[in-house]
């Protein structure tokens, strides 16, 4: 069975400053999507990015950006220039290209300072 | 366009009362799932349907029910509420899931609270 782990319970970073949150991920499957999910104090589960694991080019969304590293299933998430608004918990999560069910991580609490 | 929409948004049951937990949808999605979050952990697959018609059973779907009333409506019954299934809900959907590049949408989850 897939296994999804963040080894980060929480982390923080000053406003303006660059934060890598760490995801590992255990797989004997080669086709499979990643994907980061935004979790803020509304609770509401918001999609920020998603790795497709065939494309070698990692995904970029405006100040997001992943480093998906296959061979060691390994797939961060980098948020660039922080904002207040990007508080929260953020999930990790693995999908089977075959398959239907998403896999979570425990999550990381990121925490942004002013 | 609302996406995915849950109701209630807290609820607060005592032990062995039963409830329904509503989900909508209004992206035409074909596939919706049913999530449960418990601190700590990340969420979990209650049940998923596929499409409409067809319902099947996820990784904790023990003590729930689930109804696919139509393409938009997927609700979550607990027909005698337990301690244990204190948690938040969440309600998700997709295009369809044997699509290799699905995506989850997520609605905005319900607090359930069993005493």
């Known amino acids: 069975a897939q296994t999804v782990t963040q080894s980060q319970p929480e982390m923080s970073v000053q406003e303006a400053e660059t934060v890598t949150l760490s995801c590992t991920y255990d797989?004997?499957?080669?086709?499979?999507?990643l994907f980061w999910y935004k979790q803020p104090p509304s609770r509401q589960m918001i999609l920020v990015i998603r790795?497709?694991?065939?494309?070698?080019q990692n995904a970029t969304e405006n100040r997001f950006s992943v480093n998906f590293q296959k061979a060691a299933k390994s797939f961060s998430l980098k948020i660039s220039d922080s904002q207040l608004g990007d508080a929260a918990m953020y999930f990790c999560a693995y999908r089977s290209g075959y398959g239907n069910k998403l896999v979570f991580g425990a999550g990381t609490i990121l925490r942004v300072k002013s | 366009n609302a996406g995915v929409t849950q109701t209630p948004k807290f609820q607060v049951l005592k032990t062995g009362q039963s409830m329904t937990l509503q989900c909508a949808q209004d992206m035409n999605h074909n596939s919706m799932y049913w999530y449960r979050q418990d601190p700590g952990m990340g969420l979990r697959l209650i049940y998923y349907s596929a499409s409409e018609g067809t319902t099947d059973k996820g990784e904790v779907p023990n003590g729930y029910n689930v109804s696919r009333l139509n393409k938009r409506e997927f609700s979550l019954r607990l027909e005698s509420a337990a301690p244990s299934q204190t948690s938040v809900y969440f309600c998700a959907s997709s295009e369809a899931l044997l699509l290799s590049t699905d995506t989850q949408y997520f609605g905005p989850g319900t607090r359930l609270t069993v005493l």
């Open positions: 797989t004997s499957e080669s086709d499979y999507y």
């Open positions: 790795q497709e694991a065939y494309k070698q």
